[in-house]
């Protein structure tokens, strides 16, 4: 005899919403839950879907808001494929419209490069109630010469797989094996469909890697670095650094975890600080 299958258990309703930019660039929105709000920023080769087992979990307690950075999904303000169309400062406008159109003290995790954007935000003003980090990737080893550009020329020729493997082996630096394991993944058309945006992160790993050490004191909110146990020593040097530099700040390794986000096992840690 075998168990009676579980009750499908209903899932939180997902209102749609869009904010416009400070250049007028519209930005598609999820907002899921009720509760003290809290924006989710994406890292690369993701959009607002790829946090839906976070949101789950955070949307109980939370009103959890997530949306496509620029030129993903639904968002506008694409160009990445050429030089001179992308700027960071137009993606701290982006967090800084969805931030403001939300009621009341507003908290933020941001992913990856999604990290970055959001510590320059909140150097340069941007008012919130507590801030969670998955590895910012300052620090990260240079990328080989000739990597950004030869991810736009790949993009402006539509070879998307290319471009995505490229950024795999040469900027994240994944083994083939995991490379292989991706390429398979269920994911893969969504990454496709994600490759010119490769061009913003390069961009950001690029000009902007540098730990902002002299303005982390300005980052007045509590902060909660994550990162994984597993990950280069690089990056888990980074985010001491954070932790140890930004006024309120403290870091915690999740235990038996790499670079890509663990939802499950990160959820708790986040949904406990944004209660505390």
């Not at 968002?75 to 001179?84: L, Q, R």
């Not at 493997?165 to 994911?187: M, N, P, Q, Y």
């Not at 902060?223 to 954070?242: E, F, M």
């Not at 870091?251 to 505390?276: K, N, W």
Request: proline share 9%.
């Amino acid at each position: 005899m075998t168990e009676p299958e579980p009750e499908p258990q209903p899932q939180p309703l997902r209102v749609p919403m869009t904010v416009v930019s400070a250049d007028g660039t519209p930005l598609a929105c999820e907002r899921t839950g009720e509760g003290p709000p809290v924006v989710l920023v994406g890292g690369g080769l993701s959009h607002k879907g790829m946090f839906d087992r976070l949101t789950d979990a955070l949307s109980g307690r939370f009103t959890v808001v997530t949306y496509d950075r620029r030129g993903r999904g639904g968002s506008g303000g694409g160009g990445g494929g050429e030089p001179g169309q992308y700027s960071i400062d137009r993606e701290t406008e982006d967090l800084t419209a969805v931030v403001g159109a939300l009621d009341g003290p507003v908290s933020v995790f941001a992913n990856c490069t999604g990290g970055i954007i959001t510590v320059r935000a909140a150097t340069r003003g941007l008012p919130l109630a507590r801030l969670a980090l998955y590895e910012p990737p300052y620090g990260a080893p240079p990328n080989p010469p000739g990597y950004l550009d030869r991810l736009r020329r790949l993009v402006a020729r539509g070879r998307r797989a290319e471009a995505v493997t490229l950024f795999w082996r040469e900027s994240v630096r994944f083994d083939e094996d995991v490379i292989e394991r991706l390429t398979a993944h269920r994911a893969w058309e969504t990454f496709l469909d994600l490759a010119p945006t490769l061009v913003h992160d390069g961009v950001i790993s690029e000009r902007h890697a540098a730990i902002p050490r002299d303005a982390l004191h300005r980052i007045t909110a509590p902060v909660l670095v994550l990162g994984g146990s597993l990950s280069p020593r690089w990056i888990q040097d980074t985010c001491t650094t954070l932790a140890r530099r930004i006024p309120e700040a403290r870091y915690t390794r999740i235990r038996g975890e790499g670079h890509v986000f663990p939802q499950e096992a990160a959820a708790p840690l986040l949904r406990d600080f944004f209660l505390s």
